[in-house]
């Protein structure tokens, strides 16, 4: 007898397990940005770039490393579990993929002449995907390049393959300025179409059917 899933459990936009590391991502990220500028501040990078202690957690270095490092635990093993539910459940491809380059310019076109809708949120567009997978990618690069910073003498070949620690400084703080720039740009979008955000918090829209997996084709 054939079981029709969709009758059983209609899946939601965003599965409950999506909003927990959706939101508990957002605040690991917001931890080690903040935590990370005040641990900066003591050796700066770019001279003359210094952050305010307003947008500092922690009084000075030592208490923002201790943030940075608490943070750092929330943020990847919250990574990993979204990264491997992504993988598992088929949800990262199916939301993610494909992306067409030519979709992307029509998108970029479409948003400069102000056109945003987002009428169906159960589809990403190419630009939204595309920002998806650069700071999927972001994160991953900035906890290998943390971990190098945090054990250079144990890690010397990868500090040495990514151009010595002075390099893998300025590679976490690019990873930083990627991972802020997206936060910019997503906020103020989820902002300007809320039903976005509502579905982020509510779990959107029931979807038909289950989610493609990983070895099935996808058309
Ligand atoms: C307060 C801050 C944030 C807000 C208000 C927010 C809001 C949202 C909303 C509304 C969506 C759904 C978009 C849609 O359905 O069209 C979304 C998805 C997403 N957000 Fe955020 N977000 C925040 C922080 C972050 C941060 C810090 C990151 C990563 C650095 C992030 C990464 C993502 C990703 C990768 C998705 C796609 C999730 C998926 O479908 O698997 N968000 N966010």
Redesign the pocket.
Known sequence: MSIDRTEIAPRR??PLS?RV???T??AA??IMITSGWGIYDDYVIIPGLHFAQAVRLGSWAVPSLLWHFAGMWLLAVNGLA?LLY?VFTG??RE??LPIRWRDVLQTVRDTLHLRIE?DD?TV?NAV?KL??IV??V??ISQVVTGLLIWKPVQFSTGVALLGGFQAVRLEHFLGMTV?VG??VV??A???L?PR??????SG?PRLPGPAVRPSEGQT
Do not use: D, E, P
């Open positions: 936009l965003h999506v590391m959706h939101w991502n957002a990220m917001f979204y992504g949800r990262l939301r993610m987002h949120l990403y939204q920002l998806y700071v999927i972001a994160g991972i997206f936060v997503h906020v979008l989820s902002i179409v976005t955000l509502w579905a982020m918090l959107g």
